[in-house]
Structure formats: structure tokens, C-alpha cells
């Protein structure tokens, strides 16, 4: 098995009057899903322009005639959604790069590519709003395309934040849905905001969309069904995370889960999540039933 995962290190560079520390993505093996040996090297790193700052969060799914891999691309002002294909197993080699949304001037990340085609389309869930991510990412948009080239983007959200509940504040799609025989299935990232807005608490929940028309909502959860329990999660950050000073001088680091990749893999489902941007971890699923993680 192998897992890509978003990694960042320590070395800053000087770039048009800022610092950065880009970050990069990594490659990782495993027999079982658990423990993995990660490869010494980076195996994509910043390369264009618009994403000499980092290339950050990717997620894979396999098309048919390759992999595609969505990814959040990073200049330093703007987070673009793009995307790379590769016919390469082993992931080392990845074909030309493009944004998904060049005209759109609002933040687009998160991209959660449905592998199968529907009605002869793609679908992508996807965050996108406006240049403030601190109180920003409350929807969740959908994009169809014919050939992961050219998208449109639906009229309105498909998925926001719900008062009162786990994703009262912020919202953003995880992993690739899957499409079931009850639906598509969207795993996504919630969190709500305390009710003296001191602090903010993560959970992981689902959605499930019509199998026919990935746009209409047909059932959502009332509870996450994954929070923040391990002491990593609670207390690891990254020394270099965008906003972060913002955050935590409001008290709003309080550790985080943002899942992103789900496999079923040797009889058992596999949930990967970041866990307070320090390390990644796993729920497993004991069935074949992804109502069990």
C-alpha cells in the first residue's frame, strides 16, 4: 500500500520579501495499512508559480487509465485547487500540472475527486471562499467536468455548516466519495466553535448524496463519528502553519483530525487523518460497513 501525505520541514527560504517553508509531498509503504516506511526523497514537489509556496493536501483516486491526484496549490496570497495524473504505479512520476479554477479569484482546496463518472461526468466536491480562511470555510461547492480538464462549478453550495451541531463553524470535504449503491458517500471535516468562541472542537462525520444527482443531499449524520481523543491531536501543530499566530492569540489551536484518505484494504476500511498537523494516524474499521470506522 501506498500513502501520500503532505510534509513540511524546517528550512525557510526568502522570497519576494517573505518566508517560507513550502511544503512538499511525500510517499510512504506498507504490507498492512499500519505501519509504514516513508522514502527519503519527496516525490512532488513546488514547481509552477502559483505554487511556489507548497503543494499541500493531496488526495488520490484511480481513473481507469491512471491515478489522478487533486492537490492545494500555494503562492503565498491564494490557495488554488489543481490537479496531476500519472500512469506511474510506484508515484514517483507525475505528468503536467494545471489548476482546476484559474479565473476564480476566491480560495478553492480540499478537492475530493468521485472516481466513477456519473451521467458521463466527474464530480468533484471542493472548498472554495473568500480571502479570509479563518471565517470562511463554511460550504462545501460541487464542479463537474467530462475530461478533469474544464469544470463548472454549481450555482450554489451542495453542503454548509449547520448551527448547533459538530460543524457549526467550518467544513471541508475529506477523502474521495465513494459511490454506493445507497448513494455517494462524502466523508467530511466539521468544527465547532465554542459557545464563548474561545476554542474549536474537530470532528469527522458523512454525507450522502443522491447516486444520480451527486449535487441533492439524501442523509447527513447528527454526530461525527471520529473526535479528537489522542494527546497528538490535542497538542501537536506545525511551528509554521499559515494564520496559526492569528489562531492561536484567539485561543483557537486546540488540536486537529482532518481526514483525508479512506481505502479498504485487506477485509477492513482504513480512515488516514492528520493529527494536529504533526503526525497522521488511522481508524480501522472491523467490517465491511463504513458506518463502523
Not at 61 to 85: E, I, K, N, P, S
Not at 188 to 201: I, M, P, W
Not at 244 to 252: A, D, E, T, V, Y
Not at 267 to 287: F, H, K, P, Q
Amino acid at each position: 500500500m501506498a500513502l501520500l501525505y503532505r510534509a513540511q520541514g524546517t528550512q525557510r527560504t526568502r522570497s519576494n520579501h517573505h518566508w517560507r517553508w513550502p511544503s512538499v509531498i511525500g510517499l510512504a509503504w506498507s504490507g498492512d495499512g499500519i505501519r509504514f516506511t516513508t522514502e527519503s526523497e519527496p516525490v512532488f514537489q513546488p514547481q509552477e508559480q502559483w505554487e511556489e509556496f507548497g503543494v499541500e493536501d493531496p488526495r488520490v483516486v484511480d481513473v481507469g487509465r491512471g491515478y489522478a491526484m487533486t492537490y492545494t496549490a500555494y503562492d503565498g496570497q491564494h490557495a488554488r485547487l489543481a490537479m496531476t495524473t500519472t500512469s506511474d504505479r510506484s508515484l514517483h512520476t507525475w505528468n503536467s500540472r494545471f489548476l482546476l479554477f484559474p479565473l476564480e479569484k476566491r480560495w478553492t482546496k480540499a478537492g475530493a475527486l468521485l472516481a466513477e463518472r456519473v451521467n458521463g461526468q466527474y464530480y468533484l466536491y471542493f472548498q472554495m471562499h473568500e480571502l479570509n480562511p479563518v471565517s470562511g470555510e463554511t460550504h462545501v461547492w460541487l464542479a463537474s467536468s467530462v475530461d478533469l480538464h474544464q469544470w463548472e462549478v454549481s450555482p450554489r453550495p451542495v453542503l454548509t455548516t449547520r448551527r448547533q451541531h459538530f460543524d457549526d463553524h467550518e467544513i471541508e470535504p475529506g477523502p474521495p466519495p465513494l459511490l454506493l449503491p445507497e448513494g455517494v458517500l462524502l466523508i467530511y471535516n466539521g468544527a465547532k466553535v465554542s459557545r464563548n468562541a474561545t476554542g474549536r472542537t474537530f470532528g469527522v462525520g458523512w454525507a450522502l448524496f443522491d447516486r444520480h444527482d451527486p449535487s441533492q443531499v439524501i442523509a447527513r449524520c447528527e454526530q461525527p463519528f471520529l473526535r479528537v481523543e489522542h494527546s497528538l491531536e490535542r497538542k501537536g501543530r506545525a511551528p509554521h502553519v499559515s494564520f496559526q499566530r492569528f489562531l492561536r492569540q484567539r485561543g483557537r489551536i486546540q488540536g486537529t483530525i482532518i481526514a483525508e484518505g479512506l481505502v479498504f484494504f485487506q477485509g477492513r476500511w482504513l480512515l488516514y487523518y492528520g493529527m494536529g498537523d504533526t503526525a497522521i494516524g488511522v481508524a480501522v474499521g472491523r467490517s465491511a460497513s463504513l458506518f463502523t470506522l
